[in-house]
């Protein structure tokens, strides 16, 4: 049916009446819609959440679940769903029956979260330290390059080795030059991360891990930071703190479980051996204990020499520069070098000279010592 339009008026009125406006059924069908949205919406914040659990058992047609906290529960499962012990399973909250099985051997890979390589530091790259890196290469490099040589001879190295001593000393350089010399893949892991980043997954992760240095082998595991998993604890009643327990029993079940002359060797470090647990040192688990000092005079010139070869300086007053840095760590040593270096580029100089150095080390010094007054203040 056509329309015949007077004037400018009629025209407006009719678009806003049929093309503008939408029809009344229209309107009512997105109002509908929305409203089921929300309501959805609303549905999914009322839903309580599904715990995942793991199956232990099958007994006839009921599963034995352990629930997060460690509890066990003899449950039903929904009637398409088949479980196996050992799968991992989702479970509503109330009644706890299984409502679906869980497939997360793919949700991570754990080569995603930890560092995986084949580093390029020597033995070259570090200053000092000459003691410490003879008896890691006598109980590391050694039996990873010719476990034959220890099998002949009847001695058995150790599994793992435990560098202890005060930060930024060298702990993960070593780690990582004896992997060099080794030709082993490097597999590092920082123990808080472990338990911080993957709660509830801490255990799985360091079967895969060791898993995975196995097919990787030769390899080296490096734990940084292992008081995080190894903190002696005097109760364990909170569930943070079980879920760290269940990582170091499953740690200590990994390093028990492997021999001494597989080639896969676990480094760990820490700044805090006073408070690692004793089960950790062992016999048969870390029961090499290498302590890594502050640098003394001789090995912070090695750090300067190292880390100062590339620049371009003068000659420099090196007595100087060791008996200012004393009590420094090689980390800070190093940043030294770094920090020479900026002091001639702001003064648009090609080569660097002592005083640079100088300046560099009051700078370096006055973070150092600023740090350790604050947290003097706090014990
Ligand atoms: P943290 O306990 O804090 O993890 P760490 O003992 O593992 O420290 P590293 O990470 O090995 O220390 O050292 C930090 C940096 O300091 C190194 O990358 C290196 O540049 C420098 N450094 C420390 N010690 C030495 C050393 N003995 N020789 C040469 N460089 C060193």
């Not at 060298?170 to 004896?178: C, H, P, S, Y």
């Not at 900026?342 to 600023?370: C, H, L, Q, T």
Request: aromatic share 6%; proline share 4%.
């Amino acid at each position: 049916m056509g329309f015949i339009i007077k004037n400018k008026k009629e025209a407006s009125e009719l678009y806003d009446k049929e093309i503008a406006a939408p029809s009344v059924n229209e309107e009512n069908e997105l109002l509908k819609n929305s409203l089921n949205y929300l309501k959805n919406e609303l549905g999914k914040f009322k839903e309580l959440p599904l715990l995942v659990c793991e199956a232990k058992k099958v007994i006839n047609n009921k599963v034995l679940i352990k629930v997060p906290n460690g509890s066990h529960f003899l449950v039903n499962t929904s009637s398409n769903v088949v479980v196996e012990p050992g799968d991992t399973v989702l479970v509503e909250q109330r009644s706890l029956t299984v409502v679906q099985k869980f497939d997360n051997s793919k949700s991570f890979d754990i080569e995603d979260f930890i560092i995986v390589e084949k580093p390029d530091i020597s033995w070259d790259n570090i200053g000092g330290l000459e003691e410490q890196i003879k008896e890691i290469k006598e109980v590391v490099e050694l039996p990873l390059l010719k476990p034959e040589l220890f099998k002949e001879i009847g001695i058995d190295p150790p599994k793992g080795i435990l560098l202890h001593g005060p930060p930024g000393t060298g702990k993960t350089l070593l780690a990582k030059a004896v992997a060099n010399s080794a030709n082993a893949t490097f597999i590092e892991v920082v123990g808080s991360e472990l338990v911080q980043k993957f709660i509830g997954e801490g255990a799985k992760l360091v079967r895969d891990i060791f898993a995975l240095a196995r097919e990787r082998a030769p390899s080296i595991i490096f734990i940084d930071e292992i008081d995080a998993l190894a903190a002696e604890r005097m109760n364990i009643g909170v569930s943070g703190e079980r879920e760290v327990q269940r990582t170091f029993i499953q740690l200590l079940t990994e390093i028990d479980g492997f021999n001494n002359l597989d080639n896969v060797k676990v480094v760990a470090a820490t700044n805090r051996i006073d408070i690692l647990d004793p089960a950790l040192l062992r016999p048969g688990r870390f029961d090499r204990l290498i302590e890594i000092p502050l640098p003394d005079e001789k090995a912070r010139l090695d750090i300067v020499k190292l880390h100062s070869n590339k620049m371009k300086t003068d000659d420099l007053n090196f007595d100087e520069i060791i008996r200012k840095t004393d009590g420094f760590n090689g980390a800070e040593v190093k940043a030294v070098c770094t920090e020479a270096g900026y002091f001639a580029i702001r003064e648009e100089r090609k080569v660097i000279n002592s005083d640079d150095f100088f300046k560099a080390i009051d700078k370096i010094a006055g973070v150092k010592y600023e740090d350790d007054e604050y947290l003097g203040m706090f014990g």
